[in-house]
């Protein structure tokens, strides 16, 4: 399998320059968004020139390739867009992007019927047809989708939905069956919680959480071929989402894949920082190491960028650091490291494929 993703990578133009002075590798990097939404005085969009801002960071960090998608979308949300303004982005640049698709319309269909109870026969039959026709146009996931994500400021919106809920379920069969993985944002919530303090001060977010986790291995359960990636290891906003509940889920769900990203450490809130992958020198703890090296083949790299149009004034271009999520891959030994850092991810969304 490895040797077929290699090959893969050759018939892309992925010819593995060095990355850093220690490594030869050339990063797949799966989780990444461009901003080209411009404030409502400036009018249009400019994704094609935040495409250029990525394209400036890729070259300088390594990063051969960039999965690009739109964000999780409540219903009505003001700031919000879908893959349509990826797609050309990617056909633009042919090898440098792939599009993951979904968080500006299959997460609003989810969030609707979540609203309305409504999952009846139209709405599953607009849904798999949403579906079907990203896949249709180049779509190499479905995401960002998510079934937990937090409010982080006012104007930040809380979006929640069970991970099992019937549009969950009807998107691993169709994932499944076009061989694509599903690209989940959900923060760990074992069990009934309070909402972590730092999140009741500064957002929308509900006073108490409900469990999740029971919910999201039935999702892993329902449908063993579909892979689902979980997001965002290192950022963990409930100081549930321990290496031990993730090395757990792992030998128990062979479907269940992770991207990591290191956020920027001038966040001090405690649970936020408690299962940080990596300490304040940036080294990677002990037991995600270790974890890292006993499943080499279920991680991979998701900065979790967010590419701001220069002609866009957004804080968002200050949300993930490429240099300590990509300084990890130098902590590993090279093997570990070259499948997390291209192999994984050209195996799994097909990448020499498309």
């Known amino acids: 399998m490895a040797a077929r993703a290699l090959a893969g990578l050759f018939a892309l133009g992925l010819s593995l320059p060095a990355w850093g002075q220690q490594n030869a590798l050339s990063v797949i990097d799966t989780h990444n968004h461009l901003h080209g939404l411009r404030a409502p005085w400036q009018g249009g969009t400019d994704f094609e020139g935040a495409a250029e801002v990525a394209l400036d960071a890729m070259d300088r960090f390594g990063v051969r390739m960039l999965l690009i998608m739109p964000p999780p979308q409540p219903e009505h949300f003001a700031a919000g867009y879908d893959a349509t303004k990826l797609f050309p982005i990617a056909r633009r640049h042919p090898g440098r992007f792939a599009v993951v698709a979904g968080g500006g319309t299959l997460n609003v269909m989810i969030q609707r019927a979540v609203r309305s109870g409504d999952v009846g026969a139209e709405v599953r039959r607009n849904f798999r047809a949403k579906a079907e026709e990203l896949v249709r146009l180049g ?21 929640s939905a069970p991970p099992d809920h019937a549009l969950f379920r009807l998107l691993a069969d169709i994932a499944a069956r076009h061989g694509v993985p599903i690209d989940l944002h959900m923060e760990a919530i074992p069990e009934d919680m309070a909402v972590p303090p730092h999140l009741a001060r500064r957002g929308r977010n509900p006073a108490r959480l409900g469990p999740n986790m029971a919910a999201f291995e039935r999702l892993l359960a329902h449908n063993r ?47 936020v920082m408690a299962n940080r992958i990596a300490g304040p020198d940036g080294r990677l703890r002990a037991e995600w190491h270790k974890l890292f090296s006993d499943f080499p083949d279920r991680v991979m790299v998701g900065t979790d960028r967010f590419f701001v149009s ?3 004034q957004s804080p968002l271009r200050h949300t993930a ?34």
């Open 139 to 159: 779509a190499v996931g479905f995401g960002e989708l998510t079934a937990e994500h937090f409010s982080m400021n006012p104007r930040h919106p809380y979006v």
């Open 321 to 354: 650091d490429s240099a300590a999520t990509l300084a990890i891959l130098e902590q590993l030994p090279a093997a570990v490291a070259r499948r997390i850092a291209f192999e994984n991810a050209a195996r799994l969304f097909r990448l020499g494929k498309k």
């Open 310 to 312: 220069p002609r866009s």
């Open 225 to 271: 071929a579909a892979a689902i990636v979980w997001v965002h290891l290192g950022w963990d906003n409930t100081g549930r989402r321990t290496a031990t509940l993730t090395r757990a889920l792992l030998e128990r769900h062979a479907n269940l894949y992770l991207s990591y990203r290191i956020p920027p450490h001038r966040r001090r809130e405690p649970s």
